[in-house]
Every structure is written in structure tokens, then in C-alpha cells.
């Protein structure tokens, strides 16, 4: 029973995730595309605070709690961001092969410990050694 509601929390906070009714802050970040504007990922300052705390920082400064955050200036890429987030609502379920390289350098840069962890694990079970390696020392661990 005691696994049940941490299962339960994840889904439940994962389905929250850029959900504009229920957020109370909007992460401003590179389109697809250069002609297309910024795009708008929609998340919640606990969550982002309680992860990161250079994200922490960035929304509650001394001026007060940001209701939007831009960063489009160092997120160029908004479905690699996306998924970085999500990883932040469902307890990094979302990593993949395609994306951990990616991932780990995200939580690096953001100091999401646990999500790095998560990632190194996921590259030694996942990758052979060298390969492994290779991500690892690109990563600058």
C-alpha cells in the first residue's frame, strides 16, 4: 500500500503538466521554428522550485513570485524542454534512449540532482560502456 500512493501522486502530478486552468506560472521558450514566436509551457511554481533551485531562484526573486518566465533566450529547443519538464511531473518515467544525453544536460545546467542520477543510471543499464562513457565525459562529469 505504501508504493500505491507514491504511483498514484506521480500520475496524478504528471497530469497536471501544461495544463493552462491549472498552472499558476508560464515558461516563455523558443519555438520551433524562427519565424514562430515564443511558446508557452504552462507549470507550477512549486513543482519547478521544489526540483530546481536555479528554476527556484528565477521565480521567486527579490521583486516578488513571476506569474511568466522567459526563457527563450537559453531554451532553443521547446519539445527538448517540454519533455525536461515532464520529467519533473512524473518522476523522469518520460527518459528514453532518444532523449537522456539531452536530459542529463538539462538537470545538470537546472541542478535537478535527482534527475541526473537518474539519467547516469538509465545510461549504464541502457548503453554499453563505451557509449556510456562517451555521453558521461560529454556531459563534463
Known amino acids: ?24 506560472c508560464v515558461l516563455l521558450v523558443a519555438g520551433r521554428r524562427e519565424e514562430e514566436k515564443k511558446e508557452k509551457v504552462y507549470v507550477h511554481k512549486l513543482v519547478l522550485s521544489l526540483h530546481s533551485p536555479i528554476l527556484g531562484r528565477q521565480l521567486f526573486s527579490a521583486h516578488g513570485a513571476k506569474q511568466e518566465l522567459d526563457l527563450s533566450e537559453t531554451e532553443r529547443d521547446i519539445d527538448t524542454f517540454t519533455e525536461f519538464m515532464q520529467c519533473l511531473y512524473d518522476n523522469g518515467a518520460s527518459i528514453t534512449e532518444d532523449n537522456v544525453e539531452t536530459l542529463l544536460g538539462l538537470a545538470r545546467k537546472y541542478q535537478v540532482r535527482w534527475l541526473q542520477m537518474r539519467c547516469l543510471n538509465y545510461i549504464a543499464r541502457h548503453f554499453s560502456n563505451d557509449d556510456a562513457l562517451f555521453m558521461v565525459i560529454s556531459e563534463g562529469y
Do not use: C, H, I, Y
Open 1 to 24: 500500500m505504501s508504493e500505491d500512493w507514491r504511483a498514484w501522486l506521480w500520475k496524478t502530478l504528471g497530469e497536471q503538466f501544461n495544463v493552462p486552468s491549472l498552472s499558476d
